[in-house]
């Protein structure tokens, strides 16, 4: 390990929050660090849909080589994010607590005004789809860009709301009053979670960044991504799953939509926390047998997964 860990990080406003966040963590535990920004692909490419970018971790691409070339020693980022494979010699070394799990609506008028009529943005396909799923007769306009920059293009068209994790936008202070919690609608696989990555030999480092790991947020986001992984889903697909310990208990619920939101599949679980190994993948398993194995051929024509 260098004597100065140096942290490699989108350039947006967010993601500078999370990367000194990991800085100002990392001083309490008396280990000198500087922020090294990158800018990704994901935040350059803003006239295409996430899924046609035809690429496997758009967001975290950049930041892989900057550490395969020994440009930074870590990365971090959005865990929501992340492929469930990352690259060959680059490893988790921590999960931080988690923040706010939820997606939220913000609007510009109230949710009971446009309820039979509305047009929504997102750029998301798990929130896209959930959201036909219960509003088939509202229009889906894409919405891509940094949080502050998707926050700017609801200001300036004239859609009824658009949908945000209330965990980026908390983070940096942006969350307004006129939003409404989809306390309905399943959350992204990680959703809510920041992971910090090292290169695998780097066991210094790796043994700095490993006391910032929390062990219940690690538990619950290896099930999500496990779930994820097991129905063979990129980060992409409309695929939501959420872990959740109370006590000796993991309620775990996950599902899997097609595109339109006509059809899905969701399966929930509560068992003991020590017998959760595997649990993600048992659910995926489930979600295949009672249909989702249908809705994921489909899906992997139309998204090339």
Same mark, same amino acid.
């Given at each position: ?15 500078? /929050? ?8 990392? %001083? ?12 990704? +692909?994901?935040? #350059?490419?803003?006239?295409?849909? &996430? ?9 975290? !691409?950049?930041?892989?080589?900057? =550490? ?16 469930? !494979? ?5 490893? !988790?070394? %921590? ?9 939220? #609506? &913000? ?12 047009? $929504? ?6 929130? !896209?789809?959930? /959201? ?18 998707? &926050?700017?293009? &609801?200001?300036?068209? +004239? /859609? *009824?709301?658009?949908?945000?994790? %209330? ?15 989809? +306390? /309905? ?13 090292? =290169? ?28 994820? *992984?097991?129905?063979?889903?990129? @980060? ?11 006590? +000796? ?21 509560? $068992?003991?926390?020590?017998? @959760? ?5 048992? @659910? ?11 809705? =994921? ?6 998204? *090339?997964?």
């Amino acid at each position: 390990m260098n004597n100065v860990i140096r942290i490699g990080t989108r350039d947006s406003e967010l993601a500078l /929050w999370q990367a000194n966040h990991v800085k100002d963590l990392l %001083a309490k535990n008396g280990f000198e660090s500087v922020i090294v920004p990158v800018k990704s +692909d994901g935040d #350059l490419i803003l006239d295409k849909p &996430l899924h046609e970018l035809g690429i496997t971790g758009v967001f975290t !691409k950049t930041l892989d080589v900057a =550490m395969l070339n020994g440009t930074v020693d870590i990365a971090v980022h959005s865990m929501k994010d992340v492929p469930t !494979k990352l690259p060959k010699n680059i490893v !988790k070394a %921590a999960v931080l607590p988690r923040a706010n799990t939820f997606d939220i #609506l &913000l609007h510009k008028d109230k949710p009971k005004e446009f309820a039979k009529h509305a047009t $929504i943005a997102t750029g998301s396909l798990r929130r !896209k789809a959930q /959201w036909l799923n219960r509003y088939p007769k509202h229009t889906i306009v894409d919405l891509r860009g940094n949080v502050n920059t998707r &926050l700017e293009k &609801l200001q300036n068209n +004239d /859609w *009824s709301g658009a949908i945000f994790a %209330a965990a980026g936008l908390e983070r940096i202070n942006l969350k307004p009053q006129n939003h409404t919690v989809l +306390d /309905w609608m399943i959350p992204a696989p990680a959703q809510g979670a920041m992971l910090v990555v090292a =290169m695998e030999n780097d066991k210094s480092t790796r043994k700095a960044i490993e006391t910032l790991n929390d062990y219940e947020t690690d538990i619950c986001t290896t099930i999500e991504r496990e779930f994820l *992984s097991t129905l063979e889903g990129g @980060c992409t697909a409309p695929i939501g799953a959420l872990a959740v310990i109370d006590i +000796d208990y993991v309620t775990f619920i996950g599902g899997l939509f097609s595109l339109d939101g006509k059809h899905k599949v969701t399966v929930e679980k509560r $068992i003991l926390i020590e017998n @959760c190994e595997g649990l993600g993948a048992l @659910c995926a398993q489930e979600i295949l047998k009672e249909g989702g194995e249908e809705i =994921m051929i489909k899906l992997k024509k139309e998204l *090339s997964l």
